[in-house]
C-alpha cells in the first residue's frame, strides 16, 4: 500500500519539482507583491500595538447635566445613523446677547472630556469659510464622529481632540450651518462683538467660568481666530474670557496676492510630478513668475531672517492662479484645490444627510436646514476687514499669549504653505521681524497601536517645525488643507503643544489616546 501511493505521489511531486524550477508568472508576481505589502502593513500595525502598551489615562466623571443644561442635553444612544453611544454631549442655540427678544443664535455641540488634565480647560474649533460651519470639522477631522468622504458611515475618531480636554465646535457668525438670524456685521469687529455676547451666554449656562480657552480653526479661521482673541485679551476678564493660546492650521491671515498668488509658480513646479501639467504651460508659467516681478520679490522677501520692513510693492496680480485651474481641471477634471494628490472619481460625500434629522437629535428647530457653507459667508456683502497679518491683530495675538501655533498641510494648493510663511515674514512680533530661521526640525508622531480597523494616523517624522519668540509653525507633508482630517497625528499632537501636554514637536511622550 505504501509502495503504491509512492508510485501515484511520483507525477504529483514531479510536476511541483518542475513548477518550482519555472519562473513565477506574472499574475504570481503581481500577487506576491500584494501579499508582501498586506503583510508588511499588519507587521506595521503589530510594531505600532507594542508602544501601546502603557497605562491610558483613568476616566472621570463629566456630567455637566443641571437644569440650565438639561435642556441641550444629546442622547448619546439616538444619534440618527451612529450605532454606539457618543457619550455626554451637550447640542443647540444660544442667543448672540443678552437682550430677551434676540432672534440671532449660534449653534454649538458641546463635548466634555474625560481626561483629568481637562478640568480647567475649555477649547473651540471654527471651520472658516467664511460662513462655513463647525460640523465639517466635526464629522470629518477632529470630532468624536467621523464620517469621511466615500466611507459607508459614521466610525468613532481615535483621535478625537475632546479625549484632550472639552471641546466644543461652533457654527459662527450668523447663519452658518445650524446658527440662525439674519447677518448683519460687516467685519471682524461686528463678528468679535456678537461672539463674545454668544461666548458669555455659553459660559453661565455649562458654569465654565474662569477656564483657560484655546481657540483653534482653519482656513479662513485664520481671521476668525486672531480678531476673537485679541477682542478677549482686550476684556481683561478672566471669568469670561481667559484665553491662554491659539492654534490655526492652513490659515487665511493676510491677503490673496501674497497667500495664493505669488508663491504659486514655484509650487506648482514643484509638484508637477502629481499634477502633470505639459510642457507649453510650464514654460509659459516661468515665463509669467519673471515678467510678473514674483521671482525677484520671492528671492528678497521669503528670506530668513526677512528684509526690514516697510517691504516693496506686492507686484500686480497676473491670474497665475486661474490659469493654473482652467490647465489643471483638463488634465484632471477632479483636481482638488485643498488636496491636490486627488483623482477621479470623486468620493462619495455623505454630509447631505445630515439634513435628515439630526437637528431633532441637536436640539434645532424643526424648520433648521443645514448648509455645509452659506451664501453670504455671514457677512452683509463681503468682510472688509484686513487681514490679522496685515494690521497688528495677529501681533497683539501671539504678544498677548505667547502660545501660537500655526501649521500648514503641504499638499494644500488653496493657502500653500509658502504663502503662509511670506505672509508671517512680514509682521514684528514680541520683539523681531518674521521667523529668524526658517522651520526645519523633524515633526514627530510617536508611533501607537492602530485603532479602528486600519492605520487612522501616520507616526514617525511626519514633516518640520519651528519655535520662535511665543509662535510655532510647522508643516505635514501628507496633509491638505484640512490638516486634521489628513493626518490626524499631527492635528492631535498640535492641541497636545497647545495645551502645554508636550514640550515641543520633537517630543517622544506617547499620543495621550
Known amino acids: 500500500m505504501v509502495r503504491l501511493l509512492q508510485l501515484l505521489l511520483l507525477p504529483f511531486c514531479a510536476t511541483v519539482a518542475a513548477a518550482a524550477n519555472q519562473p513565477p508568472s506574472a499574475a504570481s508576481s503581481f500577487k506576491s507583491r500584494v501579499d508582501y505589502f498586506e503583510n508588511a502593513r499588519a507587521a506595521a500595525g503589530q510594531r505600532q500595538a507594542a508602544f501601546a502598551d502603557r497605562a491610558s489615562n483613568a476616566p472621570r466623571s463629566t ?50 472630556s474625560e481626561n483629568p488634565a481637562a478640568t480647567d480647560e475649555i477649547a473651540v474649533w471654527f471651520t472658516g469659510g467664511p460662513g462655513c460651519s463647525s ?42 450651518g445650524y446658527s440662525t438670524g439674519e447677518p448683519d456685521i460687516l467685519n471682524e469687529d461686528d463678528l468679535v462683538r456678537e461672539f463674545k455676547g454668544f461666548w458669555r451666554n455659553f459660559m453661565d449656562t455649562f458654569d465654565l467660568h474662569d477656564r483657560k480657552i484655546y481657540l483653534t480653526g482653519e482656513s479662513y479661521a485664520g481671521f476668525y481666530v486672531p480678531y476673537i482673541s485679541d477682542g478677549f485679551l482686550k476684556e481683561n476678564d478672566t ?102 494628490t486627488d483623482m477621479c472619481p470623486f468620493p462619495y460625500q455623505p454630509l447631505g444627510v445630515i439634513n435628515g434629522g439630526d437637528y431633532k437629535a441637536l436640539n434645532v428647530s424643526n424648520a433648521a436646514y443645514w ?56 509682521i514684528t512680533w514680541n520683539g523681531a521681524q518674521g521667523f529668524q530661521q526658517k522651520p526645519s526640525t523633524p515633526f514627530f508622531v510617536p508611533y501607537h497601536a492602530e485603532q479602528n480597523r486600519g492605520a487612522m494616523a501616520g507616526a514617525g517624522n511626519l514633516g518640520v517645525w519651528g519655535y520662535e519668540r511665543g509662535v510655532t509653525f510647522y508643516e505635514i507633508q501628507l496633509a491638505g488643507h484640512e490638516l486634521p482630517g489628513w493626518s490626524a497625528g499631527s492635528g492631535y499632537r498640535s492641541l497636545e503643544l497647545l495645551l502645554g501636554r508636550i514640550k515641543d514637536f520633537s517630543d517622544t511622550t506617547p499620543l495621550a489616546l
Open 63 to 112: 456630567s455637566y447635566l443641571t437644569n440650565k443644561t438639561m435642556p441641550f442635553a444629546v442622547n448619546g444612544t439616538r444619534v440618527p445613523l451612529v450605532d454606539w453611544d457618543i457619550g455626554e454631549s451637550y447640542a443647540g442655540l444660544l442667543p448672540i446677547s443678552q437682550n430677551a427678544s434676540e432672534t440671532r443664535k449660534l449653534f454649538f455641540w458641546f463635548f466634555p
Open 135 to 176: 460640523m465639517l470639522g466635526l464629522l470629518q477631522e477632529n470630532g468624536p464622529i467621523l464620517w469621511e468622504s466615500g466611507t459607508y458611515g459614521p466610525t468613532k475618531n481615535p483621535y478625537a481632540w475632546n479625549k484632550l480636554t472639552n471641546f466644543v465646535w461652533i457654527d459662527q457668525p450668523v447663519k452658518t
Open 239 to 340: 471669568e469670561y474670557f481667559n484665553i491662554k493660546g491659539i492654534a490655526i492650521n492652513d490659515p487665511f491671515i493676510g491677503n490673496a496676492q501674497f497667500q495664493q498668488e505669488i508663491i504659486l509658480p514655484d509650487f506648482i513646479e514643484y509638484w508637477n510630478n502629481v499634477l502633470g501639467l505639459n510642457d507649453t504651460f510650464m514654460s509659459s508659467l516661468r515665463s509669467q513668475k519673471q515678467q510678473c516681478g514674483y521671482a525677484d520679490y520671492l528671492n528678497k522677501h521669503l528670506v530668513f531672517p526677512p528684509p526690514p520692513r516697510p517691504w516693496d510693492a506686492v507686484p500686480s496680480d497676473c491670474g497665475v492662479y486661474f490659469d493654473f485651474i482652467d490647465a489643471v481641471l483638463e488634465v484632471n477634471p477632479c483636481f482638488n484645490v485643498y488636496h491636490i
Open 371 to 426: 448648509w455645509a457653507c452659506s451664501l453670504s459667508g455671514g457677512f452683509l456683502g463681503d468682510d472688509r476687514s484686513p487681514g490679522p497679518a496685515a494690521d497688528d491683530t495677529l501681533t497683539r495675538a501671539i504678544d498677548g499669549l505667547n502660545n501660537t501655533i500655526i501649521g500648514s498641510g503641504a499638499l494644500d494648493f488653496i493657502l500653500p504653505t509658502n504663502g503662509t510663511l511670506l505672509a508671517l515674514q512680514n
